[in-house]
Nanobody
Framework: QVQPVESGGGLVQPGGSLRLSCAAS????????MGWYRQAPGKQRELVAS???????NYADSVRGRFTISRVGAANTVYLQMNGLKPEDTATYYC?????WGRGTQVTVSS
């Protein structure tokens, strides 16, 4: 069974950058859907960005132009490059692979 595992979170100052990684082990074939979601305290989980096996991407309006999602299909690995980070980007970021969720990685943007 595919198990997504996130890494790359941390503390960064406003305007800084982070790159999140998610490796989905356990699958011998390329999965169709890989996405990044986030959940801030007291808020619902929301889509940040997604990418399909054909390379089609989708971004939340709040991150378009600042974040970039990419994947290595054969390795079932997805990345989220986050630039121009803002305090409102602070949240736990979750990787979703098809219908399975990772456990999340914390991103904190603060001076």
């Amino acid at each position: 069974q595919v198990q997504p595992v996130e890494s790359g979170g941390g503390l960064v100052q406003p305007g800084g950058s982070l790159r999140l990684s998610c490796a989905a082990s356990g699958s011998a074939v390329s999965v169709y859907y890989m996405g990044w979601y986030r959940q801030a305290p007291g808020k619902q989980r929301e889509l940040v960005a997604s990418i399909t096996s054909s390379g089609s991407t989708n971004y939340a309006d709040s991150v378009r132009g600042r974040f970039t999602i990419s994947r290595v299909g054969a390795a079932n690995t997805v990345y989220l490059q986050m630039n121009g980070l803002k305090p409102e980007d602070t949240a736990t970021y979750y990787c979703k692979v098809d219908i399975l969720w990772g456990r999340g990685t914390q991103v904190t943007v603060s001076s």
